[in-house]
């Protein structure tokens, strides 16, 4: 599966489907980035089930801001609309490999209970 480019017009529809999504954040003049971007090309290949998407932090700066990417590449994980990972650096294709069966592993109604706990406390610390 080919990767998908984001942009802030097309960033909210595509996280919050149901189903794994996994953000490349990049832009051209980074090393680390050209090193990470086939290792992210291959894992789209390899996994048909989950959306692989870029985002070129030149292109969108407004969304890199937004998000708080300070240093690239950056690696953000979303499942059926919770974030779930975000971390900058560029992966071992085994460490990226790791990571995605992790979060397909996930008992999403769990981590949605946490979530919910979390919300309730912090709105009760209000």
């Given at each position: 599966?080919?990767?998908?480019?984001?942009?802030?017009?097309?960033?909210?529809?595509?996280?919050?489907?149901d189903g794994l999504v996994?953000?490349?954040?990049?832009?051209?003049?980074?090393?680390?980035?050209?090193?990470?971007?086939?290792?992210?090309?291959?894992?789209?290949?390899?996994?048909?089930?989950?959306?692989?998407?870029?985002?070129?932090?030149?292109?969108?700066?407004?969304?890199?801001?937004?998000?708080?990417?300070?240093?690239?590449?950056?690696?953000?994980?979303?499942?059926?609309?919770?974030?779930?990972?975000?971390?900058?650096?560029?992966?071992?294709?085994?460490?990226?490999?790791?990571?995605?069966?992790?979060?397909?592993?996930?008992?999403?109604?769990?981590?949605?209970?946490?979530?919910?706990?979390?919300?309730?406390?912090?709105?009760?610390?209000?």
């Amino acid at each position: 599966m080919a990767t998908t480019t984001l942009t802030m017009n097309n960033f909210e529809e595509t996280i919050v489907q149901d189903g794994l999504v996994l953000i490349d954040f990049w832009a051209e003049w980074c090393g680390p980035c050209k090193v990470f971007g086939p290792i992210f090309e291959a894992a789209s290949e390899e996994h048909d089930d989950a959306v692989f998407a870029k985002v070129d932090t030149e292109e969108e700066q407004a969304l890199s801001g937004a998000l708080g990417i300070m240093s690239i590449p950056t690696l953000m994980v979303f499942r059926d609309g919770i974030p779930l990972f975000s971390q900058p650096g560029a992966l071992p294709a085994h460490v990226l490999e790791d990571l995605i069966s992790q979060a397909k592993a996930l008992d999403m109604d769990e981590v949605r209970a946490e979530v919910e706990a979390r919300r309730a406390e912090a709105a009760e610390q209000k």
